[in-house]
């Protein structure tokens, strides 16, 4: 078990290019969430998945964005047209059944930059 | 709703000097409670949890925090700093309208002195 991994850790896109960010949770965690830390801001919840299902997702998670997680295991994060306001980090974080109550692991982020 | 209040965003200690980080939280009911720390271009790692057990929490690396329902607080302290915790740290909330979702502070930026 190497922990969450996320790809790539940076990526400088031009605006208005699409960009694709991917997680590979923990192998036995059935829960991956996505998060985004602007500078200075501390983490902001994106969304939410149980196996394949998107649960929930946050009024941050504008329609240029989408995220998927085909077969329960590893997730996509999807930002179309991208707009410098959307450089950040974005972080991944999977957990068990438990969910919330044991706490999160998160991935090291892939750090966004649109210029 | 919920929220978490960190006071103040960056906090200088001298090496062997008590580390203290403060957090307030506000909510309806006892939530679950963590504090997580964040090096230089890394992702966040769980320091210690609350999860409505014993009040005071020990965590890694030394760190503890103390959950204070009646000041609704959840500060996180350590006796002697070392130069290696110098970092970000962050405490956070469980959201209770949410099964995926913790409510993050701004963070606490900690500096190290020699």
Excluded at chain 2, 95 to 102: E, R, V
Aim: aromatic share 10%; hydrophobic share 30%; charged share 20%.
């Amino acid at each position: 078990d190497t922990g969450v991994s996320q790809d790539p850790r940076h990526k400088i896109t031009k605006r208005g290019q699409n960009v694709t960010f991917r997680c590979d949770p923990i192998s036995e965690h059935n829960r991956l969430y996505w998060y985004r830390q602007t500078l200075g801001q501390g983490p902001e919840f994106l969304t939410y998945f149980q196996n394949e299902a998107q649960l929930e997702k946050s009024r941050l998670l504008s329609d240029r964005f989408s995220a998927e997680r085909p077969k329960g295991s590893f997730s996509t994060l999807e930002i179309q047209r991208t707009e410098q306001g959307d450089s950040a980090m974005y972080l991944c974080a999977s957990s068990s059944g438990q969910g919330v109550r044991n706490g999160y692991t998160f991935g090291s982020g892939t750090r966004l930059t649109v210029v | 709703a919920q929220s978490v209040t960190q006071l103040g965003s960056h906090v200088s200690v001298s090496e062997g000097a008590l580390v203290l980080l403060r957090c307030n939280y506000s909510s309806s009911v006892p939530p679950y409670l963590f504090w997580y720390v964040q090096y230089p271009n890394q992702g966040l790692q769980l320091l210690l949890k609350y999860t409505s057990a014993a009040t005071l929490v020990k965590g890694i690396n030394g760190f503890e925090a103390e959950f204070k329902k009646s000041e609704t607080s959840f500060h996180l302290t350590k006796p002697s700093a070392h130069m290696s915790d110098a970092a970000e740290y962050f405490c956070a909330v469980s959201d209770l309208g949410s099964q995926g979702n913790l409510i993050f502070g701004k963070g606490t930026k900690l500096s190290v002195k020699p």
